[in-house]
């Protein structure tokens, strides 16, 4: 089945300046990759999405990039603010079939 | 975006007690629903997959006669945890996709906790 690996676990920005994480998957079947973000106690809420077909993606402050070849995707933060505070959680899906997250990277964005 | 509900929020039960969780689909269709499990500080686990009107699909380890899940229609799947115990106090997590949409969407979550 597919596995989700994610880095860093936590990370630590001033604010102003960008936050960057990276994630690898295992299925080459997996066609699409969310992106969530989650608050404690909160569900997780989708802040961008990529499909196998793009290689990058980007929404205002917020990026996402997809090595297919190399099953390698990246969320890049910019101008980081301290609601930006946050566990970011990445994930692989095939379509509408199940999305397996990644383990997670506690980001802490420093006033 | 569409809305998915649980019921309860929270939910404190003696261990040996079985309680249900209710995910609902408030504005489509569900043909899939999909149920994860988060302990503390940790990621969403995916317990199992239910397609409307055929049984559950169960991730490995998750043991299904323990977790029962029933999708009887396309707005409303239940997870039922049976003979509860306090290593099962989680977070749990419904989500809903539909032919409608091409990304699952998320109820808010009901913590359990066993006592």
């Known amino acids: 089945g597919e596995n989700v690996e994610q880095h860093p676990s936590t990370l630590s920005v001033q604010e102003g300046d960008s936050a960057v994480i990276k994630c690898t998957y295992s299925?080459?079947?997996?066609?699409?990759f969310p992106w969530y973000k989650q608050e404690l106690g909160k569900r997780p809420q989708l802040i961008i999405d990529?499909?196998?077909?793009?290689g990058e993606k980007k929404d205002q402050r917020i990026a996402v990039t997809l090595n297919k070849t190399a099953k390698h995707f990246s969320l890049h933060i910019t101008e980081t603010q301290p609601e930006d505070s946050a566990v970011y959680f990445c994930?692989?899906?095939?379509?509408?079939?199940?999305?397996?997250f990644g383990p997670g990277t506690s980001l802490s964005v420093i006033p | 975006g569409a809305v998915v509900s649980q019921h309860p929020s929270w939910v404190i039960c003696k261990s040996g007690t079985s309680v249900k969780i209710e995910c609902r689909s408030l504005?489509?269709?569900?043909?899939?629903m999909f149920w994860y499990r988060q302990f503390p500080k940790q990621s969403l686990m995916l317990m199992a997959t239910?397609?409307?009107?055929?049984?559950?699909?169960?991730e490995q380890g998750v043991e299904k006669d323990k977790f029962l899940i029933n999708h009887a229609s396309l707005t409303l799947s239940t997870l039922t945890v049976t003979s509860a115990h306090p290593e099962d106090s989680s977070f749990y997590i419904c989500?809903?996709?539909?032919?409608?949409?091409?990304?699952?969407?998320f109820g808010p979550g009901t913590r359990l906790t066993v006592l």
């Open positions: 989500s809903a996709s539909g032919r409608a949409y091409n990304e699952q969407f």
């Open positions: 239910s397609n409307e009107g055929s049984k559950a699909t169960y």
């Open positions: 994930a692989a899906s095939a379509g509408l079939d199940k999305v397996i």
């Open positions: 299925d080459s079947a997996s066609n699409y």
């Open positions: 990529i499909r196998s077909n793009v």
């Open positions: 504005d489509f269709q569900a043909t899939t």
